[in-house]
């Protein structure tokens, strides 16, 4: 019944390591979406994907590479974590209807890079 | 670039009250749209209300209604009859309307709402 999923809720991991987070949505969306939230609470976008195609790529080290298998997945890989990292990400979804794009956002991944 | 910005970092209402949390943004786009989303501490992040910029009426859902003034790129939200659910952090933010493919969300700073009995 879930409709935008993200696992795994929470990730501690050690500095230098490679992670990776995945969303699957079931709303039958054509777009994607991942936010990050820093520990202010402020939250940017940092990629968009429109059926697997890459649309919107923020300013983002290049130690985060999306992948989008299918148009009802968008996986965020990040390599060699630093502390920076640490954020809860926000995969969301929105349809392609030309007219107002709400965007449904997933429950978060909570990310502590020690 | 867009910006949004939430002048009231927290603000504290009594349960059955009201409440106006606030919201300006910067734009020189014509078409566009404004959300309100809610983060209570389970953290999800809940949509709340949206209002399209070419709408003159303002939005309503329920208990919550914004008050959109173009002009002066403002749009508050007004919580009636406060609910001790209603405790959480209220992000406003501003979409571009695109044609294309994808628009993102610019989201304000957020203010932490606090009911209390």
């Known amino acids: 019944d879930t409709a935008v999923s993200q696992t795994p809720k929470y990730l501690v991991t050690q500095m230098g390591n490679d992670k990776s987070i995945k969303c699957e949505q079931n709303?039958?969306?054509?777009?994607m979406y991942w936010y990050k939230q820093d520990s202010k609470k402020f939250l940017k976008i940092m990629f968009s994907y429109n059926n697997k195609e890459l649309i919107i790529n923020e300013t983002v080290p290049n130690r985060f590479s999306p992948k989008s298998p299918d148009k009802a997945h968008l996986n965020l890989h990040i390599n060699s974590l630093e502390l920076g990292d640490s954020a809860v990400y926000f995969c969301?979804?929105?349809?392609?209807?030309?007219?107002?794009?709400?965007?449904?956002f997933g429950p978060g991944t909570r990310l502590l890079v020690l | 670039a867009q910006t949004v910005t939430q002048s009231q970092p927290e603000m504290s209402v009594q349960e059955a009250e009201t409440v106006t949390l606030s919201c300006t943004y910067d734009t020189s786009e014509n078409n566009y749209y404004l959300f309100w989303y809610k983060q209570p501490p389970s953290r999800q992040m809940i949509l709340v209300i949206r209002?399209?910029?070419?709408?003159?009426q303002n939005a309503t859902e329920n208990r919550f209604s914004v008050n959109f003034q173009k002009a002066a790129k403002s749009f508050s939200l007004k919580i009636s009859d406060s609910q001790l659910g209603d405790t959480a952090m209220y992000f406003c933010?501003?979409?571009?309307?695109?044609?294309?493919?994808?628009?993102?969300?610019?989201f304000g700073t957020g203010t932490r709402l606090q009911v209390t009995l």
């Open positions: 969301a979804s929105s349809p392609n209807t030309g007219g107002i794009e709400t965007q449904y």
């Open positions: 709303l039958g969306h054509d777009t």
């Open positions: 933010a501003f979409m571009k309307h695109d044609t294309g493919t994808a628009s993102k969300l610019t």
């Open positions: 209002q399209e910029a070419y709408k003159q």
